[in-house]
């Protein structure tokens, strides 16, 4: 982890707990994780990845959009806390490539199947074929996650930052070897299955009353 990493996770980290009493539900399940790890979340505000990377020990990669890198100060503060611009219309065959790279070394990548923040927190019915792709691709574990409150905290279109509590649920790592392993399925129609398991895990993700530790 680089200075500049534990900067970010350090500062995120407190302002999640001061600003939106944050808590992670089933925090057991981020221990003693594979070195190669797929994480897949919902997305509804801009603060998911920060929120996220603040319940991990270990450093996350993910995915930004390409023109948040525009800024010279935006991108010197981005490429130091391991984000990877990325076209949201069309995604680059290269940026791809270093994801499954990363995942293939052992590293941790953060990745939101709906591709986009949803307007009212609601999750979107179908994921993007492309994390299914890089499943196959980097042959590793997908652990689902799922943020409930950001949405209210920063919505989508909102520069407003308001209170309200935040809570991150940890699933159980997906079972995908069927899906991986079968011939029945032609290359496109493999990928769009592995999202839709993983969009569905994701979906089946419920907070208790008890908000987590």
Known sequence: MTIWYWLGHT???GFAKLVCSYRVQNREGLRNLPGGLLIASNHVSFLDPPFIGAAFREPLHY?????????????????????????????????????????RSGEKVLIFPEGERTLDGKMKTEGEPGIGMIVS?????????????????????????????VTLVVGEPIDLSD????????????????AARIMSAIAGLEMTDSRGE
């Open 63 to 103: 995915f930004a959009r390409k023109t948040l890198f525009d800024h010279p100060v935006a991108n010197f503060l981005f490429t130091r806390v391991n984000a990877i611009p990325v076209n949201q219309d069309k995604p680059e065959i290269s940026s791809l490539k270093l994801v499954i790279n990363l995942l």
């Open 137 to 165: 691709k980097a042959n590793v574990p997908v652990l689902p996650v799922r943020l409930f409150g950001p949405e209210k905290a920063l919505p989508r279109g909102s520069g407003k930052l308001k209170r309200h509590p």
């Open 11 to 13: 500062l995120s980290k």
């Open 179 to 194: 899906l991986l392993e079968t011939s029945d399925l032609g290359t496109k129609e493999r990928y769009q299955a592995i």
